[in-house]
């Protein structure tokens, strides 16, 4: 099992940044693949990155590639989101997820989640 906290999220205005943290529990973090997934009102929960444990390699959607950055931090069992030049489309509940077998886009890769982190971006 694995616990996770976001934390982070805010009200920011459009062009500005936020950086958002998830902090793991429970098994070996170094292990898991760690996702960021975000949910608009009333719109379905959506991919928006991931890295993998093993090569660290990421992954983007394609609406923040170039603007977010996905790091990890194994010894603190904490995976970040730096959200940078953020739009008023960028507004979500963002949610941290984590699998140690699976690595993917969709959400039911995924056997962990955490409760959310609001972001608001007015414009």
């Known amino acids: 099992q694995v616990q996770l906290v976001e934390s982070g999220g805010g009200l920011v205005q459009a062009g500005g940044s936020l950086r958002l943290s998830c902090a793991a529990s429970?098994?070996?973090?170094?292990?898991?693949?760690m996702a960021w997934f975000r949910q608009a009102p009333g719109k379905e929960r959506e991919f928006v990155s991931v890295?993998?444990?093993?090569?660290?390699?990421?992954l983007y959607a394609d609406s923040v590639k170039g603007r977010f950055t996905i790091s990890r931090d194994n010894a603190k069992n904490t995976v970040y989101l730096q959200m940078n030049s953020l739009k008023p489309e960028d507004t979500a509940v963002y949610y941290c997820?984590?699998?140690?077998?699976?690595?993917?886009?969709?959400?039911?890769?995924?056997?962990?989640w955490g409760q959310g982190t609001q972001v608001t971006v007015s414009s």
């Open positions: 429970g098994r070996i973090f170094s292990n898991y693949h």
């Open positions: 997820a984590a699998d140690p077998l699976r690595f993917g886009r969709v959400t039911y890769v995924y056997d962990y």
């Open positions: 890295i993998r444990w093993g090569d660290g390699s990421r």
